[in-house]
T-cell receptor, first 125, second 111 residues
Framework: QVQLQESGPGLVKPSQTLSLTCTVSGGSISSGAYYWSWIRQHPGKGLKWIGDIYYSGSTYYNPSLKSRITISLDTSKNQFSLKLKSVTAADTAVYYC??????FGGGIGSGFDIWGQGTLVTVSS | QSALTQPASVSGSLGQSITISCTGTSDDIGVYDYVSWYQQHPGKAPKLMIYEVSNRPSGVSNRFSGSKSGNTASLTISGLQAEDEADYYCNSYTGSSTYYVFGTGTEVTVL
């Protein structure tokens, strides 16, 4: 079955760039039936959608983070990545990658059906 | 775009039914049938329980059901079991540049 696994540094210094990679196994990232998403959760808080990427390379970002984020994909490695620049302590969170089902003919994400285990990223000097 | 509004906590006894509400606006839940619900146990990743308002993914118990009326979506858990104790989040497409917004989350306690 399809599995997602996040990887990347668990500690990032303020003002630097947070970089995470999500490796997809058991299925192809080039499937047109899904978006590939990043979601974060501040400690003890709720979930926040960060953004998506489609296999074509089209991206969709949360406007509150849009100026600082880049989501990209590497189909040869079956991976997609998140870069968040100029981080502060407010970016400390558990970051999840997830597969986002797309409605038939609608192009809208209807549910995050598979999630990675999540990775805690702490921003601190 | 603000988060969708959920009650902070809901509780029920074993075997009972509970309903969790998720209130949005006429820009999201009110106009789109792209509401999903997630269950999250402590320290674990969220799990999809309902998508497109009322559809259950394969493997999810039929004790979980979803519905929508106006700007409010609801998740009902019937025959409450101990393992249902978790946090629950709703999510909706917004049709705006925000695209997708989660609810504030509800802690379910089984008495």
């Amino acid at each position: 079955q399809v599995q997602l696994q996040e990887s990347g540094p668990g500690l990032v210094k303020p003002s630097q760039t947070l970089s995470l990679t999500c490796t997809v196994s058991g299925g192809s990232i080039s499937s047109g039936a899904y978006y590939w998403s990043w979601i974060r959760q501040h400690p003890g808080k709720g979930l926040k959608w960060i953004g998506d990427i489609y296999y074509s390379g089209s991206t969709y970002y949360n406007p509150s983070l849009k100026s600082r984020i880049t989501i990209s994909l590497d189909t040869s490695k079956n991976q997609f990545s998140l870069k968040l620049k100029s981080v502060t302590a407010a970016d400390t969170a558990v970051y999840y990658c997830a597969r986002f089902m797309i409605t038939f003919g609608g192009g809208i994400g209807s549910g995050f059906d598979i999630w990675g285990q999540g990775t805690l990223v702490t921003v601190s000097s | 775009q603000s988060a969708l509004t959920q009650p902070a906590s809901v509780s029920g006894s074993l075997g009972q039914s509970i309903t969790i509400s998720c209130t949005g606006t006429s820009d999201d839940i009110g106009v789109y049938d792209y509401v999903s619900w997630y269950q999250q146990h402590p320290g674990k990743a969220p799990k999809l329980m309902i998508y497109e308002v009322s559809n259950r993914p394969s493997g999810v118990s039929n004790r979980f059901s979803g519905s929508k009326s106006g700007n409010t979506a609801s998740l009902t858990i019937s025959g409450l079991q101990a393992e249902d104790e978790a946090d629950y989040y709703c999510n909706s497409y917004t049709g705006s540049s925000t695209y997708y917004v989660f609810g504030t989350g509800t802690e379910v306690t089984v008495l």
